[in-house]
């Protein structure tokens, strides 16, 4: 997986969406991660929380 800017990202490995900050090419951060299991109701939840975080975080 290559994450090159912060968002959400598919990670098919670990069977997860995860949410990473990227500072810069060296620093990047995975804040927050929720399994392919989880509900629709709380996945759209959690994506609705660290979307409305990124756009909070580029402003």
Do not use: F, P
Request: hydrophobic share 35%.
């Amino acid at each position: 997986m290559h994450v090159n800017r912060t968002g959400i990202y598919k990670n098919v490995l670990e069977r997860r969406w995860e949410y990473w900050v990227v500072e810069s090419e060296k620093i990047k951060i995975m804040v927050s991660w929720i399994s392919w299991n989880t509900s629709q109701n709380e996945l759209e939840k959690w994506k609705k929380r660290h979307l409305l975080e990124d756009v909070s975080y580029t402003a």
